[in-house]
């Protein structure tokens, strides 16, 4: 149940991927970023398709790289090709998630609209951020990068 009284109802729903990266779950996405019971399922979906493509075109060089190496699907790989492979599924998950929360988030500021809620749409910005950042340092990590990068101009 959500802090406005209505019931969260988890949406057993797979969004397919591209068959390299792995397909996407709407009831883990419910489950572990604790999204609230307002939210249609479909908007959900919507949210976690526009990240997923999001991820996907920022992780295309490094899906080029595996594949050349042999890789067709991350969650099945050869382990001496692909170490780690299990870790590396939660991590483009993570990648995934945090960026279609980071999207509900400042959606949630049009969901809630007396004015008891209004400090939720003044912050949302700011946790919206925290979590492109959680996206976007998955994404590093998938790549290799650190959290940083520095460079000498």
């Known amino acids: ?9 988890v949406v057993e729903q797979t969004i397919e991927n591209n068959g390299f990266w792995p397909d ?5 996405y419910q489950k572990a ?10 908007v959900l979906v919507t949210q976690l398709e526009l990240a997923m493509g999001d991820v996907n075109s920022d992780l295309a060089r490094l899906m080029a790289s595996w594949q050349s ?3 067709t699907e991350v969650a099945t790989a050869d382990p ?26 400042t959606d ?6 007396r004015e008891v809620a209004e400090n939720t749409g003044k912050e949302a910005p700011e946790r919206a951020d ?4 959680f996206s976007q340092s998955a994404v590093r990590a998938l790549q290799g990068r650190s959290r940083i990068t520095a460079a000498l101009l």
């Not at 149940?1 to 109802?9: L, Q, R, V």
């Not at 970023?33 to 479909?42: A, D, K, T």
């Open 1 to 9: 149940m959500s802090f406005s009284g209505k019931p969260t109802t």
């Open 24 to 28: 996407l779950s709407l009831a883990e």
């Open 33 to 42: 970023y604790r999204l609230p019971g307002e939210y249609l399922s479909e």
């Open 69 to 71: 190496l042999g890789i």
């Open 80 to 105: 001496l090709l692909l170490q780690e492979r299990a870790y590396k599924v939660k991590l483009y998950k993570r990648a995934v998630y945090c960026r279609a929360k980071a999207t509900a988030l």
């Open 108 to 113: 949630f500021a049009t969901v809630t609209r």
């Open 130 to 133: 925290t979590f492109l950042a």
